[in-house]
C-alpha cells in the first residue's frame, strides 16, 4: 500500500510501498526498454539478465526510479499485442522488484491488462503517454492500488503523431489537457500524480524548445512535472550539421542541456537513457541552486 508521496517532492523524502526513499529534487528516472525497436536502445535488453544488469547499474549511478517499456512508442513504431507486452515486461518487473526493493518501478504502457499485470508483480507508477486518452479506467486502476499515474500530454498515436502537428496555442492547450485529466484522473480517486508534457509526442523541434522555456506553466498544478528530452530528435535537428542531424548515440550533451534548462523552469523528474551523467549534472544543478539569492 502506498503511503503519502509528496506532491512537489518539496520535503524531499517520500514513502513508497514500504521503500523509504531519500530523494532530492529533483528525482531521475531511469530508461529501461526491453523490446527490439525502441528508437535509442531498442534490442539491447531483451534479454532479462541484461535487463537486470541494468537496472543494477542505472540505481547505482543514481536513479531513483525505473522507467520499464515493452512497447516502442517512437514515431511509427508497429503497436504489439497486450500479451506480448507483458511478456516482456512483467518478468523484469517481478525480478526487479524482487533483487531492488529500494527502487521505484515504473511501467511505460497504455494497456490496462499490462499496467494491471505490472502493478501485480510490484510496479508502483503507471506511465500512460497517453494520458488517459486510450485508456481511462487506467485512472481507476492506479486509485485501487494506489499507485502514481503519470499523465503525459500527446496527440494522435505513435504512427500518426508527428505527421505535421499543430496547436493554436501550445502550451494554453497543454495545459488545458492537463485540466481535464487530472481532474478525470482525481475524479477516480487517484491521489498520486505526475505531470509530462510530452517533448517529441506530437511536437515539432520548435514546439519542444518551447515546452522546455516555457515548462513552468505546467507546475501550477502543484503536481510534480516530468521532463522527457533524452536522445530526442530535437536535438538531433537543433545539433545537425553538414551530413544531416546528429545520430541518436551523439547527442548527451544536447540532452543535458535541454534537462538543465528543464531544471531551471521547474522540472521535478527527468526520465534519462544516460544515468550517470545526468545524476552528476542534477548535483551540479543542486549544488548552485543553493546559493542563489531568494528572489532573483
Request: proline residues 4%; glycine residues 8%; aromatic residues 6%.
Amino acid at each position: 500500500m502506498v503511503n503519502n508521496i509528496s506532491r512537489s517532492f518539496d520535503n524531499k523524502r517520500f514513502v513508497l510501498s514500504g521503500k523509504a526513499l531519500a530523494v532530492s529534487t529533483p528525482a531521475i528516472m531511469g530508461i529501461l526498454n526491453v523490446t527490439p525497436d525502441s528508437f535509442s536502445d531498442g534490442g539491447r535488453f531483451q534479454q532479462e539478465k541484461e535487463a537486470l544488469e541494468h537496472i543494477e547499474r542505472m540505481a547505482t549511478e543514481g536513479a531513483h526510479i525505473i522507467d520499464i517499456g515493452g512497447e516502442s512508442t517512437r514515431p511509427g513504431a508497429v503497436p504489439v499485442s497486450e500479451e506480448e507486452e507483458a511478456s516482456r515486461v512483467v518478468p523484469v518487473i517481478r525480478d526487479a522488484a524482487r533483487h531492488f526493493p529500494e527502487v521505484l518501478l515504473s511501467v511505460d504502457t497504455t494497456k490496462y491488462s499490462v499496467a494491471k499485470k505490472a502493478l501485480d508483480a510490484g510496479a508502483d507508477i503507471v506511465n500512460d503517454i497517453s494520458g488517459l486518452r486510450f485508456e481511462p479506467r487506467l485512472a481507476e486502476l492506479c486509485a485501487e492500488y494506489q499507485a502514481i499515474l503519470v499523465i503525459m500530454h500527446s496527440i494522435g498515436n505513435p504512427q500518426t503523431m508527428q505527421n505535421q502537428p499543430f496547436y493554436s496555442d501550445l502550451i494554453k492547450e497543454i495545459v488545458t489537457f492537463f485540466h481535464e485529466k487530472v481532474d478525470q484522473a482525481a475524479g477516480c480517486g487517484v491521489k498520486q500524480i505526475i505531470l509530462d508534457p510530452g517533448i517529441g509526442f506530437g511536437k515539432t523541434v520548435e514546439h519542444n524548445l518551447k515546452i522546455i522555456g516555457d515548462l513552468r506553466a505546467f507546475t501550477e498544478f502543484g503536481y510534480p512535472v516530468l521532463a522527457g528530452a533524452s536522445r530526442k530528435s530535437f536535438i538531433g535537428h537543433v545539433l545537425a550539421g553538414q551530413n544531416g542531424p546528429r545520430e541518436v548515440g551523439n547527442r548527451l550533451q544536447g540532452t543535458l542541456a535541454a534537462h538543465y534548462h528543464a531544471l531551471m523552469n521547474g522540472a521535478s523528474i527527468l526520465r534519462v537513457h544516460d544515468v550517470r551523467e545526468a545524476s552528476d549534472m542534477v548535483k551540479m544543478y543542486s549544488a548552485i541552486s543553493s546559493f542563489e539569492e531568494p528572489g532573483r
